[in-house]
């Protein structure tokens, strides 16, 4: 009979091994949460490689870091996900084929960038002084000296070193399409010409819509040749058609009511308020950050210099309430001289206090002292400042400084010594602390029209049809819009980022939750899914259309411009012989046409004189003409021609490169469904 103790030998490590593969199994089942298993979602495609969500996420946060960590508004976090976007097809893209095309930075190269011997922008842009604007190698030091102590400086320095990498390779690659730019003697010729020569002539035009649309044929396999040729300017990203209703949240007239007798009893507290900040500051109010004059007042405002409150006041949508927090007699302008020191150097501030006061030379301490070289270069001069541009902090000294007074003040880490040069007559100026109610709607109101919203939310469920009839039924007009791949938001809806992630992640025909918009509910449904690559021909067949019967109106047209002379073909047509006058090459219309390119174009290269030309298709109309002389100039010397053109030639094929690079690169984005 086998005892306890064999069991346990026997099958002690079979039992162990079941248990690990049971919390294994439970551990899995966590999923993404806890970091197991192939399940991080791809947020996108970049030439070939997956970018993850965790990959995202990581770069995200690294250039958020490096932009200064804010995104405290949509523009900003939009703003850092393009820069996180860009640089992760840098990563996956542009510096993988940099390095293919032989074009790289080493590590010497790299080093000469960060001791700034070849400076970089980017590094300089991280490490330059703030107060000096000079580039600060000691700053890098400190910031390499944190990196043990904090695994985000060590991504955070890879990612700058990637940027600086980056816009070097970016650099040279430039470089090298520019060299292989050249204007030859011909394109220089050819451009004194059209810069120095203008021509003067007439012209006769027989324009499109005198051909009825009815007489011109277009079928369908016209335009499928046309839509077949033409592809590559049809090609777009893939979007999401969507429908969406908007319920309003706005106050009525109770909630009016209301709120007006909230603020007149608030205003009645405020004007007895013995601690005016204390009381703006309960209220989440404001206090201006610097003083004001009597000219930055309106008429009712100006009440505050004499210590009084001004309001309550409806302005626009807010109740506005404000007391003065400190009135102070001070110059309307001040004239400064500074020297700049660091809080270190407190005891050098204290020497040239002393030293200053007794008459040493103010500009020639600055030049040798102070940390800002770009004033202290002028003697520390700032110039003239209005008392409303001084810091609150300086205000107490500089209310009553005299000219020639050196005043010493401290900020943070930074010491500064005044000398004023210059006081003007003094006037009265104000600290201002105000307290504001916005006129919203009650908590009553927003469940009333959100309930309004939970009804429509479930009456349109279930088809667009549904969702139409819903809308009728709540007197709401239907709104469409378009989110095309990679979009974070609605162009049509403010604040739309969570409608945009919802519907990028929503099949076609699903309904929204309600969305709240802040002064508005919204719900959306997803009409359509277009996720092809060209745009389909029902899209762009009117345009294929209008540029077909184009076509064929000239060819109509042009047997009538026919004739030996512009005279006769405009008595033989029926039109006026109409004049132009200095049309050059760079011109975009004729005489009476103002977009008509093609025709300008046809007219400043034509050499010869007296001579009527070939019919020429223009965009609204079919055209003939005869140029009667040619203007010529000394506008423009070859040298100074060769110089532009190869300007606009560098800069052209550099664009160029760069949209063929992009054009390159196959790209999925696919984060509007996470972010």
Do not use: C
């Amino acid at each position: 009979m086998l005892t306890l103790n064999t069991l346990r030998t026997r099958f002690g490590v079979v039992l162990s091994i079941v248990i690990v593969l049971a919390l294994l199994a439970f551990i899995i089942s966590l999923g993404p949460e806890m970091g197991f298993g192939n399940q991080d979602p791809v947020v996108g495609v970049i030439n070939g490689d997956k970018v993850t969500y965790t990959e995202y996420l990581d770069e995200y946060e690294t250039v958020k870091a490096s932009n200064g960590g804010n995104e405290a508004t949509d523009e900003q976090a939009d703003a850092l996900a393009r820069a996180t976007w860009q640089s992760l097809v840098s990563k996956h893209f542009l510096i993988p084929d940099f390095g293919k095309a032989g074009i790289q930075v080493s590590q010497d190269e790299r080093l000469s960038m960060l001791s700034g011997e070849h400076p970089s922008q980017v590094y300089y842009s991280m490490f330059a002084d703030q107060q000096t604007g000079d580039y600060d190698v000691q700053a890098i030091t400190t910031f390499l000296s944190q990196m043990n102590s904090n695994p985000q400086y060590q991504s955070l320095w890879d990612y700058i070193n990637s940027q600086a990498i980056l816009e070097r390779l970016s650099s040279k690659f430039a470089g090298v399409v520019k060299a292989g730019t050249y204007v030859n003697s011909l394109e220089v010729e050819q451009g004194l010409t059209a810069a120095n020569e203008s021509r003067n002539g007439r012209y006769v035009a027989l324009p499109y819509n005198t051909v009825a649309d009815s007489l011109v044929t277009i079928s369908d396999a016209e335009i499928q040749k046309y839509y077949d040729e033409h592809q590559s300017f049809y090609q777009k990203l893939p979007h999401r058609s969507l429908t969406y209703v908007v319920f309003d949240v706005e106050p009525t007239d109770d909630d009016l009511k209301a709120l007006e007798e909230k603020v007149m009893a608030a205003g009645e507290e405020f004007a007895q308020a013995e601690d005016i900040r204390a009381y703006v500051r309960k209220n989440l109010g404001s206090v201006t950050e610097n003083y004001i004059s009597e000219s930055m007042l309106s008429e009712e405002e100006a009440v505050m210099l004499e210590g009084k409150q001004y309001g309550p006041i409806l302005k626009v949508n807010e109740w506005v309430m404000s007391r003065p927090v400190d009135i102070k007699e001070a110059p309307d302008s001040i004239g400064l001289s500074h020297i700049v020191l660091s809080a270190a150097n407190a005891s050098v501030a204290d020497s040239l206090m002393t030293a200053l006061k007794g008459g040493a030379d103010f500009a020639a301490a600055a030049a040798a002292h102070s940390a800002a070289t770009t004033t202290a270069q002028a003697g520390g001069d700032l110039g003239v400042l209005p008392f409303t541009a001084v810091p609150v902090e300086l205000a107490d000294d500089l209310a009553s400084a005299k000219v020639g007074d050196i005043i010493k003040a401290e900020a943070g880490e930074v010491i500064q010594i005044f000398k004023v040069t210059r006081a003007d007559a003094k006037k009265k100026h104000i600290l201002v602390g105000s307290v504001t109610f916005p006129v919203e709607p009650s908590s009553a109101t927003r469940r009333t029209v959100h309930s309004a919203a939970s009804i429509f939310a479930v009456d349109g469920k279930g088809s667009v049809e549904n969702f139409n009839a819903a809308a009728n039924a709540a007197a709401i007009t239907p709104r469409v819009a378009r989110l095309q791949q990679g979009e974070r938001s609605l162009s049509v809806l403010e604040k739309s980022h969570e409608v945009a992630r919802w519907a990028h992640g929503a099949k076609k025909g699903e309904i929204s939750e309600i969305f709240n918009m802040g002064n508005a509910y919204v719900i959306a449904m997803v009409t359509d899914i277009d996720d092809s690559k060209v745009a389909p021909i029902s899209e762009v067949k009117l345009n294929i259309e209008q540029t077909l019967r184009r076509d064929k109106k000239f060819a109509m047209l042009k047997d009538k411009l026919a004739g030996s002379s512009l005279e006769a073909v405009a008595q033989s047509a029926g039109v006026e012989i109409k004049p132009f006058e200095n049309v050059k090459f760079s011109d975009y219309g004729v005489g009476e046409m103002s977009l008509e390119p093609r025709v300008a174009g046809a007219v400043a290269t034509t050499v010869e004189t007296g001579k009527l030309s070939a019919p020429v298709q223009g965009y609204t109309a079919a055209v003939v003409f005869v140029v009667d002389n040619v203007n010529k100039a000394d506008a423009q010397t070859a040298e100074a021609e060769k110089v532009l053109r190869q300007t606009n030639l560098e800069a052209t094929a550099t664009q160029a490169s760069v949209m063929a690079l992009q054009r390159m690169v196959e790209i999925e984005d696919l984060r509007g469904q996470y972010f």
